[in-house]
């Protein structure tokens, strides 16, 4: 379980702070309160283990400053080691970084490169960002 080092609870754990599912709901189920710190402290354990999902999780709050302050290069850093591991969603966010130049140098190149990897394993953004960086030229 979560408490005892599993990554995968540790992630779901911090899912559920995160929507506020682990916290209260009022009488029609409405959520009634988030705990972003405590997501963020709960992916922060998976993500060390290097689960990707919560690698990918612990950089949105990141790139958001939920939970933690915002904080975009690690953001990129989180994004990272997940896109690594294969997660399309940090692939996709990662070539936004470098497209914009958030949180790292701004290198169009190195966009392409991952929105190629997203959109290769199907991520629609992925494919309409390349498809608007090829339209303008890139």
């Known amino acids: 379980d979560a408490e005892a080092g599993d990554a995968e609870a540790q992630n779901a754990l911090g899912s559920l702070f995160y929507s506020g599912e682990a916290i209260s709901k009022d009488a029609t189920g409405k959520i009634m309160d988030y705990d972003l710190e405590t997501a963020a402290a709960w992916f922060y354990r998976a993500a060390e283990q290097g689960h990707p999902s919560a690698q990918f999780n612990l950089g949105l709050l990141y790139a958001e400053g939920h939970g933690v302050p915002q904080d975009s290069a690690k953001a990129v850093e989180w994004f990272s080691k997940a896109a690594a ?54």
């Open 85 to 138: 591991q294969g997660n399309v969603d940090a692939q996709n966010n990662l070539g936004v970084m470098y497209l914009i130049g958030e949180g790292v140098a701004k290198d169009t190149q190195k966009s392409i490169e991952w929105f190629e990897k997203a959109a290769a394993q199907g991520n629609q953004d992925a494919k309409e960002n390349l498809e608007a960086i090829r339209a303008a030229g890139n």
